[in-house]
């Protein structure tokens, strides 16, 4: 069984910074890629940075304020937030996906809060 456990989220001010982290554990070996999500209140799921081939790319929203980093020997993805908004209060998650041939595992944290204040 595969878990993502996220830890670092919290109540901050506006212009401040958190550090999120993702420890995967279980019978994954070396996703393909890792990426975090989040979703505010009312609203859809969205892509916020992704880790690939060794490439990060991010939302237009979050480029220059969000770095995504990943450390395959701890099996743990991070996501430094910087220069933090109200808009980008939210629930975010890590993604970790496998892919073998055609097939793709999926496997998703349970969330950890994000808040800022203005």
């Known amino acids: 069984q595969v878990q993502l456990v996220e830890s670092g989220g919290g109540l901050v001010q506006a212009g401040g910074s958190l550090r999120l982290s993702c420890v995967v554990s279980?019978?994954?070996?070396?996703?393909?890629?890792m990426a975090w999500f989040r979703q505010a209140p009312g609203k859809q799921r969205e892509l916020v940075a992704v880790f690939n081939r060794g490439r990060a790319d991010y939302a237009d929203s979050v480029k220059d304020r969000f770095t995504i980093s990943r450390d395959s020997a701890k099996r743990t993805v991070t996501l430094q937030v910087n220069s933090l908004k109200p808009e980008d209060t939210a629930v975010y998650y890590c993604?970790?996906?496998?892919?073998?041939?055609?097939?793709?595992?999926?496997?998703w944290g349970q969330g950890t809060q994000v808040t800022v204040s203005s």
């Open positions: 993604y970790a996906a496998q892919v073998r041939g055609t097939e793709v595992s999926s496997y």
């Open positions: 279980g019978r994954i070996f070396r996703p393909s890629h």
